[in-house]
């Protein structure tokens, strides 16, 4: 399967610890997308790379989100100290530049904070 | 800034019966659009797209959308749904040739009675 994987699919944490996420974007794309999709909801930009470069944060993106792309592969996201309303489905996509701007999506992975 | 309004949440449709999924944008710059669907427990997939062009695009399963600049809308149709077109369905807009992320409505849940 060559399509965007993301890992874990579900995380289940207590408020206050701290999580990480992985994204492994489609090998040839050089942008990468996180989302964050609640319940009732589409999916919300949180931040973006072209390479290892962060080059676009939403406002959603508190500080205690950080997200990093080294060597302009992989991705990950951490939160820090959760709360509840962290608790939401993490899509990651990732796209080639140039003409063709389909992102492809991840299954993302769902974080329940109790 | 871009913002996308779906306007069913919920669509109920009998199986061989047309469909259109509503879907207005608002932009001060122009763009691309998107259909994403979401079938149960998968990822977003993406639909069909206007880019450029010709101002209806159609999927490999029958489905077609018009760009319609004027009334800024790119409504979702189908002639006759099967039941297996049951599944979520988000419209998107991006900056066109930007880089910056997709701005998603709320999603219709397309629910198809036999």
């Known amino acids: 399967d060559t399509g965007v994987s993301q890992d874990p699919r579900h995380k289940i944490t207590k408020r206050g610890q701290n999580v990480t996420f992985r994204c492994d974007p489609i090998?040839?794309?050089?942008?990468l997308y996180w989302y964050r999709q609640t319940l009732g909801q589409g999916p919300e930009f949180l931040t973006y790379f072209q390479n290892e470069a962060q080059l676009e944060k939403s406002r959603l993106l508190s500080d205690r989100f950080s997200a990093e792309r080294p060597k302009g592969s992989f991705s990950t996201l951490e939160i820090q100290r959760t709360e509840q309303g962290d608790s939401a489905m993490y899509l990651c996509a990732s796209s080639a530049t140039g003409g063709n701007t389909e992102a492809f999506f991840g299954q993302g992975t769902r974080l329940t904070v109790v | 800034a871009q913002s996308v309004t779906q306007l069913d949440s919920q669509v109920p449709v009998f199986e061989e019966a047309p469909v259109e999924l509503r879907c207005n944008y608002s932009?001060?710059?122009?763009?691309?659009l998107f259909w994403y669907v979401q079938y149960p427990n998968q990822g977003l997939q993406l639909l069909l797209k206007y880019l450029s062009g010709s101002t209806l695009v159609e999927s490999i399963n029958g489905f077609e959308a018009e760009f319609n600049k004027s009334q800024t809308s790119f409504h979702l149709r189908k002639p006759s749904v099967h039941i297996s077109d049951t599944a979520e369905y988000f419209c998107a807009v991006s900056e066109a040739g930007g880089a910056d992320g997709l701005t998603f409505g709320k999603g219709t849940h397309l629910i198809i009675q036999p």
């Open positions: 932009s001060s710059v122009s763009v691309y």
């Open positions: 090998s040839e794309h050089n942008r």
